[in-house]
Structures are given as C-alpha cells and as structure tokens.
C-alpha cells in the first residue's frame, strides 16, 4: 500500500519567527524531519508544503538539487524536485495563522494521482525527535483503521483539575471540578493529548470525510522527552540541551541526501 509523506513547513510563525528553520545541533527542524522521511523506504512520494522562498532554498540544499523559481510554480501545484521528493506551493491565505493543513492535503493528494486507498503520513518539523521503530508500530496499528495518531499521557496537571473564574476574579463553583481538586491523580480517569510527531490516516478520510482523524481512529502512545513540541523559545532551548547532553539523538547529517 502506497504511502505519500507530506511535511508541512511553512516560512511564518507567531511563536518562533521562521521556526521550521530554527537549528538544533547544526540543522533545522525541517531538515532533521525531511531526512527522517528520507530514512522510511515504504514512502512513495514525499512532498513539503510551502509558501517560502526560504524553505525552498534549505529543501534544495539539503537534496543537493538545483532550486527553481517560487514564482514558475503555480499556487496550489505541486512540482518534482527529483526522484520521489516534490515541493508543493501553497495558495494565498493557506500559510496564515488560521490556515488548517486539511486544506491544502486533498490539492497534494490529487495531483500526486493518490488512490483512496493509500495512506497519507504527516511529519511535523515541530517534533524533531522520532525513532524509526515508531513508524514500524504506527504503521501495524493501522490495519484495518482510518487514521492513527501519535500522543501522550496527559495527567501533570490533570485536566480534570482545570478550573474557571468568574468576570470578577473568583473561582467557579463547579461541584464536579471542586470535587476533582482533592482526588488523587491516580484515582481520575487517564487523558491523552496529541504530541504532533506522527498522523497516519488513509487518504480516503482526507478526499472524501475531509479530515486527519477518522472516525474510527487508534492512538500510539509515546512518553518521555521524545514528545516535546517546539512551539517557542523555551521548547527549542530543551531540545538543543537534550542533544548538547546526549539523552536525545538526530539524523545522520555529515552530508546532503543522495536524490
């Protein structure tokens, strides 16, 4: 079963500015994720969507390819950098704040000629640590889903402890929240949130439900510092230290990607 790898990396950022090309060890969160694709044989196409004439660049530098024109690539296309690596433009209005990566998958998928019944593998550059073994585990939890999703242990602190204040400042008497607050963790039921490094889905969900998740959907639970997210200053400096300290590893990039 063919599987297209999309990483989405636009140039924009409100929390980090250019945050795709922040650097950990010497290279970039695009870069350390495009090469974790590079490392999965089964992915037939992988494509990286973007608005930025800065992306492009690090994309071209990192496969060792000649880049082309931003502006010889119509918005909303797709266009082959070489063998299985394609670089997709995005329209106006889809590398905003408020723009969802469902919006431009179903352009991709079309134009790649996807059949409904491939799957489609998202790789945020945001979660620079994956093991390629999760992808093994991810890919067996599929059989017979619509989407599998990578997360993790929510419970510190638990959400069923989350409280409200009223317009003047005082707490919400909530009597199941106010309850919860005493309770031990162990005792309330387990929550996950989504960590973002991986999200397998068939690529019928997203051509015809229009949609990531499914409706009939798996987790694969991850823990640990793996799970980090970056989404600001603070995020990036705990990544570089978990490198600079050894706990956490990248890719392999003393040299460019053989194309």
């Not at 390819?65 to 394609?86: A, F, M, N, T």
């Not at 991986?198 to 987790?219: A, E, P, Q």
């Amino acid at each position: 079963m063919p599987v297209h790898c999309v990483i989405p990396a636009k140039g924009t950022s409100l929390g980090i500015a250019e945050k795709n090309l922040q650097t950990i060890a010497g290279q970039s969160l695009l870069s350390i994720t495009l090469r974790y694709a590079n490392s999965l044989p089964t992915c037939s196409n992988i494509v990286i969507s973007t608005e930025s004439l800065a992306i492009l660049k690090e994309i071209c530098q990192i496969l060792q390819v000649e880049s082309p024109s931003l502006d010889l690539i119509h918005e909303g296309s797709i266009h082959k950098l070489c063998d299985r690596y394609w670089i997709h433009r995005r329209m106006p209005g889809q590398a905003s704040s408020e723009a969802k990566t469902i919006e431009f998958l179903p352009q991709i998928l079309n134009q790649l000629g996807a059949l409904q019944s491939d799957s489609l593998l998202l790789l945020q550059p945001t979660s620079p640590f994956r093991d390629i073994e999760e992808f093994d585990l991810l890919h067996s939890l599929s059989e017979g889903v619509d989407s599998v999703v990578s997360a993790k242990l929510f419970d510190s602190p638990h959400p069923a402890k989350k409280v409200r204040i009223d317009e003047k400042g005082y707490l919400v008497q909530e009597e199941h929240v106010v309850g919860n607050l005493s309770m031990p963790r162990q005792r309330l039921p387990e929550f996950y949130v989504l960590d973002g490094a991986f999200y397998l889905t068939n690529c019928s969900t997203v051509l015809v439900d229009n949609t990531l998740i499914g409706k009939k959907t798996k987790l694969m639970i991850r823990s640990g510092v793996k799970t980090i997210n970056i989404d600001n200053h603070d995020d990036l400096d705990i990544a570089r230290s978990l490198v600079e300290s050894g706990r956490m590893h990248l890719p392999e990039s003393s040299k460019g990607l053989n194309c």
